[in-house]
């Protein structure tokens, strides 16, 4: 009896031994590179010990920490299967990824292909081949962070300019690296600072000029909002704003006032919005001849600006003194005629008082954006003739004292 016992205990224990065996292989199974059905075969020609000259190598390590370690070769591979199939290179990443692949397909990226494979970017050369990561990875290229070195690689690349005309400058790519957008995402690793899909899109992004880009002009406000959603909302009922939305793309948008990939913080004294370049900005366009003539617009907004007391202190680099946003708003400009505008009837001694405490009921009465050339400024038209020609008979006074005192000393030498 003892002895049925221990050979029952034995019986137990040797399949315990078998359990725990295969549990520990499935186990290890699940770790190891994919070995799906004839990816055996495969790596007899594609090991990363296959000499080169030969079949390209796979690195298998890599392979099994990439998001397509449980895929077979031929899932993605679109080729026989057969050896040899030298020349059959095609990789079918739109079985998985339609979406993608349908925006690639309609891209610049796809149309550069079509003039020059070898140098225009395909899915590998932004996600890698077998190494792909998934882009929450810190680690892969297309992860929020390294997604901009991706991109300026080619973009940054002066011989790629001189051999596709069509894309933008690589300087003006550069300029992101030192823009506020840049250095909150690059040097001071901000994730939540924008990198280049984040406005131009990913796989189906267009060149600036299609009506369907999310950096096309009338839809910057929008693309920029996904960030500035106040800001954007402001502008959208502004003067500006409404005016683009009517179609009106001489209207200004966000990048003609901030820039594009250079765009700098407004205490920046290179930023376009910096107080004492405001004028310079606004200037663009409020004195721009096309657009003043188009619109019936006033062509010396600017000029009578930089005839005022605040607009002499401005280029004299004082920047306390009152600029255009000052008085008009920033992204909230209404036309004066609006009871929203900072600049209608109502709000003026209000909108001076930021600056001048105290000011008079009847401060708003006075004439603003007043040339001193121009009789409609009224006293001061007057003032300045009466300064022009008291200076100039003084002047002439002057002279003609010099010269006959000049004669009197020659009369009394003789």
Same mark, same amino acid.
């Given at each position: 009896?003892?002895?049925?016992?221990?050979?029952?205990?034995?019986?137990?224990?040797?399949?315990?031994?078998?359990?725990?065996?295969?549990?520990?292989?499935?186990?290890?199974?699940?770790?190891?590179?994919?070995?799906?059905?004839?990816?055996?075969?495969?790596?007899?020609?594609?090991?990363?010990?296959?000499?080169?000259?030969?079949?390209?190598?796979?690195?298998?390590?890599?392979?099994?920490?990439?998001?397509?370690?449980?895929?077979?070769?031929?899932?993605?591979?679109?080729?026989?299967?057969?050896?040899?199939?030298?020349?059959?290179?095609?990789?079918?990443?739109?079985?998985?990824?339609?979406?993608?692949?349908?925006?690639?397909?309609?891209?610049?990226?796809?149309?550069?292909?079509?003039? *020059?494979?070898?140098?225009?970017?395909?899915?590998?050369? @932004?996600?890698?081949?077998?190494?792909?990561?998934?882009?929450? *990875?810190?680690?892969?290229?297309?992860?929020?962070?390294?997604?901009?070195?991706? @991109?300026?690689?080619?973009?940054?690349?002066?011989?790629?300019?001189?051999?596709?005309?069509?894309?933008?400058?690589?300087?003006?790519?550069?300029?992101?690296?030192?823009?506020? &957008?840049?250095?909150?995402?690059?040097?001071?690793?901000?994730?939540?600072?924008?990198?280049?899909?984040?406005? &131009?899109?990913?796989?189906?992004?267009?060149?600036?000029?299609?009506?369907?880009?999310?950096?096309?002009?009338?839809?910057?406000?929008?693309?920029?909002?996904?960030?500035?959603?106040?800001?954007?909302?402001?502008?959208?009922?502004?003067?500006?704003?409404?005016?683009?939305?009517?179609?009106?793309?001489?209207?200004?948008? @966000?990048?003609?006032?901030?820039?594009? &990939?250079?765009?700098?913080?407004?205490? *920046?004294?290179?930023?376009?919005?910096?107080?004492?370049?405001?004028?310079?900005?606004?200037?663009?366009?409020?004195?721009?001849?096309?657009?003043?003539?188009?619109?019936?617009?006033?062509?010396?907004?600017?000029?009578?600006?930089?005839?005022?007391?605040?607009?002499?202190?401005?280029?004299?680099?004082?920047?306390?003194?009152?600029?255009?946003?000052?008085?008009?708003?920033?992204?909230?400009?209404?036309?004066?005629?609006?009871?929203?505008?900072?600049?209608?009837?109502?709000?003026?001694?209000?909108?001076?008082?930021? @600056?001048?405490?105290?000011?008079?009921?009847?401060?708003?009465?006075?004439?603003?954006?007043?040339?001193?050339?121009?009789?409609?400024?009224?006293?001061?038209?007057?003032?300045?003739?009466?300064?022009?020609?008291?200076?100039?008979?003084?002047?002439?006074?002057?002279?003609?004292?010099?010269?006959?005192?000049?004669?009197?000393?020659?009369?009394?030498?003789?």
């Amino acid at each position: 009896m003892i002895l049925w016992r221990v050979r029952i205990e034995k019986t137990r224990r040797l399949h315990g031994l078998v359990f725990d065996f295969v549990l520990l292989a499935v186990l290890a199974a699940s770790f190891m590179p994919s070995t799906v059905a004839g990816e055996e075969k495969c790596l007899v020609c594609h090991s990363a010990a296959t000499p080169r000259g030969q079949a390209p190598g796979v690195d298998t390590a890599a392979l099994a920490l990439s998001v397509h370690s449980t895929l077979s070769c031929l899932e993605c591979h679109q080729v026989s299967g057969d050896q040899p199939h030298k020349g059959q290179r095609g990789v079918g990443c739109g079985k998985c990824h339609g979406q993608a692949m349908a925006g690639y397909n309609v891209s610049p990226h796809v149309k550069g292909r079509d003039l *020059d494979p070898a140098s225009a970017p395909d899915c590998a050369t @932004c996600h890698g081949s077998h190494e792909i990561l998934a882009v929450d *990875d810190p680690a892969a290229p297309t992860n929020h962070k390294n997604s901009v070195a991706v @991109c300026t690689k080619c973009h940054e690349d002066e011989h790629l300019k001189e051999e596709f005309d069509m894309i933008p400058d690589p300087d003006m790519i550069r300029a992101y690296e030192s823009s506020v &957008h840049g250095v909150a995402l690059l040097a001071k690793e901000d994730m939540r600072a924008p990198s280049c899909v984040d406005c &131009h899109g990913s796989h189906s992004f267009k060149p600036s000029d299609d009506p369907d880009s999310p950096v096309f002009k009338s839809h910057i406000a929008e693309t920029c909002g996904k960030c500035h959603a106040q800001i954007a909302a402001e502008y959208t009922e502004s003067v500006h704003g409404s005016m683009l939305a009517k179609g009106i793309l001489e209207s200004p948008t @966000c990048t003609n006032c901030h820039g594009e &990939h250079d765009i700098k913080p407004s205490e *920046d004294p290179r930023s376009k919005v910096f107080a004492s370049n405001i004028p310079v900005t606004c200037n663009a366009c409020h004195s721009s001849e096309t657009i003043v003539g188009k619109f019936g617009l006033k062509a010396d907004r600017i000029a009578t600006f930089k005839e005022s007391f605040h607009g002499v202190a401005v280029e004299l680099g004082e920047t306390r003194a009152a600029n255009c946003a000052s008085c008009h708003g920033v992204h909230n400009i209404y036309p004066h005629t609006d009871p929203r505008s900072l600049v209608h009837k109502d709000n003026i001694q209000a909108t001076c008082g930021v @600056c001048h405490e105290g000011l008079p009921e009847d401060f708003a009465r006075g004439t603003f954006h007043a040339s001193a050339t121009d009789k409609s400024s009224g006293g001061q038209f007057y003032v300045r003739q009466f300064y022009i020609w008291f200076i100039s008979i003084l002047i002439v006074a002057f002279v003609l004292y010099r010269i006959l005192e000049y004669k009197r000393r020659v009369k009394r030498v003789e």
